[in-house]
Antibody, heavy 123, light 108 residues
Framework: EVQLVQSGAEVKKPGESLKISCKGSEKTFTSYWIGWVRQMSGKGLECMGIIHSGDSETRYSPSFQGQVTISLDKSITTAYLQWTSLKASDTAIYYC????????????????WGQGTLVTVSS | SYELTQPPSVSVSPGQTARITCSGDALPRKYAYWYQQKSGQAPVLVIYEDKKRPSEIPEKFSGSSSGTMATLTISGAQVEDEADYFCYSTDSSGNQGVFGGGTRLTVL
């Protein structure tokens, strides 16, 4: 069964660091891309970046390059999204997703989604 | 940056056919994908590569693409189909995936 299970909701203050996680089943993780998608309150969806579970190649969308770090631990089939200094504007739901390459493209589409992690940043 | 444009809302009566459009300059050359997001839930892929349907998605969902517009069609829409629907595709270079702004489908 394909499963992506994310860590629980977080409440943080501006300037704090945070690392949220996404644990996949073997079937979900092995040889697939795992990405992150942001959804701000009442808004649309934004691709943040993606990492390959095999060689850890990581690609970031321009808007998120340098703002977050995507990583993974293959031994426990878990991917991570990390911030070093949160801002109030980082308040959103973050979804981890399984990415499938789009033929003839550098990009991916997302066929399975985790349940989402709500991150609230407030002083 | 590349944009995909969707109508903010579509409304139909139960049993009618709902059509949700997505326009983008690169769509003649790039696939469209469609996601359904019900209130408080994660999105679900309902159409990929313009018109293919994942095995677990009902046949009432279909997709098409012509020129700069992709369309998601929901035949015999019911109250349980009420959701936000997002299209997704890539820019002309294929380097960047982009979501449309989303369409709220109301069935009443």
């Amino acid at each position: 069964e394909v499963q992506l299970v994310q860590s629980g909701a977080e409440v943080k203050k501006p300037g704090e660091s945070l690392k949220i996680s996404c644990k996949g089943s073997e079937k979900t993780f092995t040889s697939y891309w795992i990405g992150w998608v942001r959804q701000m309150s009442g808004k649309g969806l934004e691709c943040m970046g993606i990492i390959h579970s095999g060689d850890s190649e990581t690609r970031y969308s321009p808007s998120f390059q340098g703002q977050v770090t995507i990583s993974l631990d293959k031994s426990i089939t878990t991917a991570y999204l990390q911030w070093t200094s949160l801002k109030a504007s980082d308040t959103a739901i973050y979804y981890c997703v399984r990415g499938r390459p789009i033929s003839g493209s550098y990009s991916h589409y997302f066929d399975f989604w985790g349940q989402g992690t709500l991150v609230t940043v407030s002083s | 940056s590349y944009e995909l444009t969707q109508p903010p809302s579509v409304s139909v009566s139960p049993g009618q056919t709902a059509r949700i459009t997505c326009s983008g300059d690169a769509l003649p050359r790039k696939y469209a994908y469609w996601y359904q997001q019900k209130s408080g839930q994660a999105p679900v892929l309902v159409i990929y590569e313009d018109k293919k349907r994942p095995s677990e998605i009902p046949e009432k969902f279909s997709g098409s693409s012509s020129g700069t517009m992709a369309t998601l069609t929901i035949s015999g829409a019911q109250v349980e189909d009420e959701a936000d629907y997002f299209c997704y595709s890539t820019d002309s270079s294929g380097n960047q995936g982009v979501f449309g702004g989303g369409t709220r489908l109301t069935v009443l």
